[in-house]
């Protein structure tokens, strides 16, 4: 996909998403490659909290609120039945956070990915359970504080690496990427699109709420996540993985980390070492996205 091949047509717009929110622009992005042509599954989440006041929606294609769990199992079964009445040419695609995802979903992704229809399911990761005041999820990552882990204390587990978890199931396609880097995104939903069988993208979407910067920053802050090594591009196709991003310049974490206040408590020798986990797994050609 080329910038002059992307349609000028919104089909999300207007929502009540705060200032600056990257999980809204996911959303409209993945819209902006699939078309008319889709129907959306949303579980409890960011998305779906912006999206339900009747009567104005900002999905302009269908799209139905679904249990916090199913996730897979609604993508499934939706595609399910459009493959019974003979219409594989319509998208299916999901849009689900990282609690819902990574914890409360991850066993009906498992299923659905093991079931083989044909979906695509967008994680939009902003690392806490944004939607319900900012609580610890499974993606968030080691030294950041949230609600139920406050100042002084902090998260003190990685990050599940859901992408080596999905390339376990041999899922056929997956991918990372950041809203920050639009392009990129929008070809790996067009590349999994094209796939016949389940998909995965997941998607860093930084939110200024939670992580603690100006909204105005919200791009800026993808791409110094990109620039530091905390947040990899990379895609998984058929077994193989490729980096889709190199970046041209080098941040350190500590400057990352600097932007956002979720991370003000760490100590200085707290950060080094997590800048050496980084350089390590880097030196070590780690491709993969966990972090800390």
Request: charged share 20%; net charge positive; aromatic share 10%.
């Amino acid at each position: 996909m080329k910038l002059k091949e992307i349609s000028r047509e919104e089909l999300f717009r207007s929502s009540y998403g705060c200032a600056g929110c990257a999980a809204v622009l996911a959303v409209r992005l993945t819209l902006k490659v699939l078309g008319r042509n889709c129907v959306c599954v949303v579980p409890a989440n960011c998305i779906s909290t912006v999206s339900c006041y009747y009567p104005q929606t900002p999905f302009f294609v269908p799209m139905t609120v679904m249990a916090f769990a199913a996730t897979g199992a609604a993508l499934s079964g939706i595609s399910a039945g459009f493959r019974r009445r003979g219409r594989e040419d319509i998208s299916v695609v999901g849009f689900s956070g990282d609690g819902g995802t990574a914890d409360i979903g991850i066993q009906s992704l498992s299923g659905a990915i093991d079931g083989g229809y044909k979906f695509i399911y967008i994680c939009y990761d902003n690392e806490a359970y944004m939607n319900t005041g900012i609580q610890r999820s499974g993606l968030t990552p080691y030294g950041a504080t949230t609600t139920t882990t406050p100042a002084p204390c902090f998260e003190t587990e990685s990050k599940k690496d859901m992408l080596r978890i999905v390339a376990a199931h041999d899922i056929p396609y997956a991918a990372t990427a950041c809203t920050s880097y639009p392009l990129d995104f929008m070809q790996k939903v067009a590349r999994a699109n094209r796939v016949n069988g389940p998909t995965y993208i997941h998607v860093l979407a930084p939110c200024p709420t939670g992580w603690g910067f100006a909204p105005d920053r919200a791009i800026e802050l993808g791409r110094m996540a990109v620039e530091s090594g905390f947040w990899r591009l990379v895609e998984l196709e058929n077994g193989k993985l490729r980096t889709t991003h190199k970046p041209s310049r080098r941040r350190s974490v500590a400057e990352y980390f600097a932007a956002q206040t979720r991370f003000r408590q760490l100590s200085p020798e707290q950060i080094e070492e997590i800048q050496r986990n980084i350089d390590r797994r880097q030196a070590a050609g780690q491709a993969f996205s966990a972090t800390g």
